[in-house]
């Protein structure tokens, strides 16, 4: 039977799960929205053969009955059957989904008698475990849909030789934490050199504020410790078969220490490509000051 690439397209209403589908299709994949998830097993049957259709993608959400009882039963069905199905999950924050829903001027699908942000709050809850265990999260609190293509096409992109996607994330928590996060580390207790006249007007990218940030005791123990469990948690997601790590690595503004502790975990990672795991850095928040 042949084997083709799969994708299970979930997530919160109003992220974008119909625009990440436009994405996938646009891309060349044959994409079936709102497919009841007891269903996919049977599609994957009778898509396999088809030498036009080898790149498969279904959009599920809670519109369906017995929403995370019928994809956890296809998913184990999927696993029996060979099939190893990507899952993306689309998120965004509360605030940005209640906008949408007002823009629209649309009703939440759980909403029922309640207000907006309950029938959120009830998927939220529902998607829980489902979010857990997803293979990407995509937080699509700020794209727009230029850059929605783009992180979609850097997370499918092929290469046989990557094993594991590791980013490494900068971001200020006055902005809040980013919510495709596998791991956050806060970088708060380090002075900050905001409040520093002369080193201000830097960011962590530039030579006195990273040696600043860098040169603190604790800092260096930090690394140390961050950099050993960082280690461990490569090595057990590359066992488990996980393609997909995101740390994200915080500060107040998202500018000095926590840009500068980003690269310098990136730089001290940077031989795990040895074993596999392509690394990045993302500055988030810088310029946002």
């Known amino acids: 039977m042949a084997r083709h690439d799969m994708v299970i397209l979930t997530g919160m209403s109003g992220a974008g799960r119909t625009t990440a589908g436009d994405v996938l299709e646009d891309r060349g994949w044959y994409v079936v929205d709102n497919l009841p998830p007891a269903m996919v097993p049977r599609l994957m049957e009778l898509t396999a053969d088809d030498p036009h259709r080898q790149k498969v993608a279904v959009i599920v959400d809670v519109r369906s009955r017995d929403f995370t009882t019928e994809l956890s039963r296809s998913l184990e069905d999927l696993g029996a059957a060979g099939w190893q199905p ?22 939440h699908p759980l909403q029922g008698e309640g207000l907006l942000l309950d029938g959120i709050r009830r998927e ?15 937080d699509t609190s700020d794209y727009n849909v230029h850059e929605l ?6 997370l499918l ?18 902005y809040g934490i980013p919510l495709d996060a596998d791991v956050v580390l806060d970088l708060r207790f380090l002075p900050n050199p905001y409040w520093i006249p002369k080193l201000r007007p830097y960011t962590g990218q ?32 590359l066992e488990e078969g996980r ?18 502790t980003a690269e310098e975990l990136t730089r001290r990672l940077m031989d795990l490509d040895e074993v596999g795991v392509q690394l990045t850095t993302f500055h988030r928040d810088l310029g946002q000051e």
């Open 124 to 138: 939220r809850r529902m998607l829980g475990d489902l979010r857990s265990n997803a293979d990407i999260v995509i």
């Open 243 to 260: 393609r997909y790590l995101t740390v994200a690595v915080g500060c107040t503004g998202g500018k000095h220490r926590s840009v500068a």
């Open 206 to 237: 530039d030579g006195p504020v990273r040696d600043f940030v860098l040169g603190q005791d604790n800092a260096g123990d930090f690394l140390e410790h961050a950099e050993a469990m960082l280690r461990t948690a490569v090595r057990g997601y």
């Open 149 to 154: 293509s783009a992180k979609i096409d850097d």
């Open 157 to 174: 992109r092929t290469d046989d030789e990557v094993r594991l996607r590791f980013a490494v994330v900068s971001f200020g928590f006055k």
């Open 86 to 107: 990507r899952i993306i999950f689309v998120d965004s924050s509360d605030e940005a989904l209640v906008r949408r829903f007002e823009a629209v001027r649309r009703p």
